[in-house]
Every structure is written in C-alpha cells, then in structure tokens.
C-alpha cells in the first residue's frame, strides 16, 4: 500500500513560486508513475504533472513552462516546482502514483494577486 504525504504550500503573491513535495512509501518508489493533481473550491480536482521514472514530465497546458515536476528516487519523493504562479493556480494540491492509490491529506496552494 503507497501511502503519500504532500508538502511545501503555502500563501504566495501572484509572480511567486513554491516547491511542493511528496514523500511516498513503498520499496518500488522508483517503478512508480507519479502525478500531481489539484482541486480548486467548487471544482472537480484535476491533472496537473506527470513523470515517469526515468522519463521526462507531461503537463498539463495551464502549467506547462511554469511548473515542472521531478523526483528523488533515492528519497521516495517527487517534487512540483511553482513559477510564475498565478490566483488561479490556488488549490489544494495532491500528488498520487498511476494507478492512483488512496489520496493524502493534500497541501494548499493559494496565491493572492
């Protein structure tokens, strides 16, 4: 069972950036497909990032030349890099393994204009 424990969000102004973090268990980390997700109030959660594990990442067109999403097999973990966020770039952020596991708490992203 992968168990997933987002961190790293935070309140930021529009412009800014923040590095969010996934640390995940489980002893085949590095098998793994690994997303990011993220659910805006009101919204259904959608797709965010994707990475394999050693391929390069796959994102989604609202992010894509703004975040880029990696990972640290050695750590078990898998990071989402923030740039040039955006307000409407708030929402709690998920990350999760393909096929998707049970979801972590998430971390909250909000980002003020």
């Known amino acids: 069972q992968v168990q997933l424990v987002e961190s790293g969000g935070g309140l930021v102004q529009a412009g800014g950036s923040l590095r969010l973090s996934c640390a995940a268990s489980g002893r085949t980390f590095s098998s793994y497909v690994m997303g990011w997700f993220r659910q805006a109030p009101g919204k259904q959660r959608e797709f965010v990032a994707i990475?394999?594990?050693?391929?390069?990442?796959n994102y989604a067109e609202s992010v894509k030349g703004r975040f880029t999403i990696s990972r640290d097999n050695a750590k078990s973990t898998v990071y989402l890099q923030m740039n040039n966020l955006k307000p409407e770039d708030t929402a709690v952020y998920y990350c999760?393994?393909?096929?998707?596991?049970?979801w972590g708490q998430g971390t909250q992203v909000t980002v003020s204009s």
């Open positions: 999760n393994a393909i096929p998707l596991r049970p």
């Open positions: 990475l394999s594990g050693g391929g390069t990442g």
